[in-house]
């Protein structure tokens, strides 16, 4: 029930780790059709549509226009690669104080997407969470920002964060469902 953003969304991405230049293609392609025009069906543009639809507590939708923005590399996991839900406040912090670069500060429009790679544990991976948002603590970062991470599952636990399967919350991580 927090507020949604209404303003065009401007996705800065931060690669923790090390990415291939066809994962970071992959990804850029993917935000890039988001607001895509004139998208074949099934699209995301056409999913995303449908999200434009969802409300916050004022009545706002969200924004229709979705772009890439800025991108930083941390491929030397400065913040290590076993991170918490609360270090993942910190890696941005790090990007968007950085000395040289910095990721531009947008509390409005600017969605900060903290991607980590396939040799990076975050709290709660693969057995509850494939990835999430919230928003940064003035007390960490400085400001209040609108995050998002994901993470690769690919070594992890492969399958187990890939469309359609979803892990059981009710059993042990031994198997996965499909979604249907």
């Excluded at 953003?5 to 994962?23: C, D, E, F, M, P």
């Excluded at 919350?169 to 198997?175: I, S």
Aim: with cysteine.
């Amino acid at each position: 029930m927090g507020p949604v953003l209404t303003a065009n969304i401007t996705v800065h991405t931060i690669w923790y780790g090390r990415w291939q230049k066809s994962q970071k293609k992959i990804i850029r392609e993917f935000i890039n059709s988001i607001s895509a025009v004139d998208s074949k069906r099934p699209s995301v543009s056409g999913w995303w549509k449908t999200v434009q639809l969802y409300t916050d507590q004022t009545g706002a939708n969200i924004s229709r226009t979705v772009r890439l923005g800025e991108e930083k590399n941390d491929r030397f996991y400065s913040h290590g690669k076993k991170l918490t839900r609360l270090s993942i406040q910190s890696v941005i912090k790090s990007h968007v104080t950085a000395k040289s670069k910095p990721l531009p500060i947008n509390p409005k429009s600017g969605l900060y997407l903290l991607l980590t790679s396939d040799d990076v544990y975050v709290q709660d991976f693969c057995g509850q969470v494939c990835g999430f948002h919230y928003f940064t603590f003035p007390s960490i970062v400085g400001y209040t920002l609108p995050y998002a991470w994901i993470g690769n599952s690919a070594k992890l636990c492969p399958g187990v964060c890939a469309y359609p399967f979803a892990v059981t919350e009710l059993y042990p991580r031994t198997e996965a469902v499909k979604v249907t």
